[in-house]
């Protein structure tokens, strides 16, 4: 099986040691929604996006060896074409297994204190949550099952008998279906 194409994680904008611990997460800005719909479990397409400058998305990552936060923009028509490419080579071989660097992805490093310990920041409210940062940098895989099974059911789209590395792969479908309903990945489902 090909692995999918490696996730730099080269787009750090700021690593900013001014910016409050994780404790204060909550209380700040949180990242720009643009990308959704009504509904944050529902994504804007593609062509819309671009349509109103959406080109690129920020989302932001704790490190959970300084607990600092980092954020990071990134281009979104470049890696939503990179994830449907893979999706729809290897659909067969895949056989709705997330492959494993979905499934586990390796912590993207910090650039205060050089270790590899960044998580994206997943807000306690699953209604909040970043969904197409997550998507765009391959961070899917740190959401639990329960944050995972959200997405899914408010898109209709869960079946609870899933394993965690199936509701993966499921998610990076759904989420490049939505970006791009009338692609290739419409033809597959
Ligand atoms: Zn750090």
Redesign the pocket.
Known sequence: MNIPPPNAHQNVLTADANIPPIRQINEMQMEDFAWATARNSLLQTLDYLEAHNLETIQGRLI?D??H?ITVMETNIRQHLDQIQNYIVQHTIDLQGLAPMPWFKPNPPV?Q??K?N??KPVLPPDMAHINWLFLFCENLIGFCSVKQLRFFLRENGKLNYNKSKQRLVYDMFREIARQLRPTGPLHDLL
Do not use: F, R, V
């Open positions: 490190c060896g300084c600092q910090c205060l204190c270790l310990y960044l």
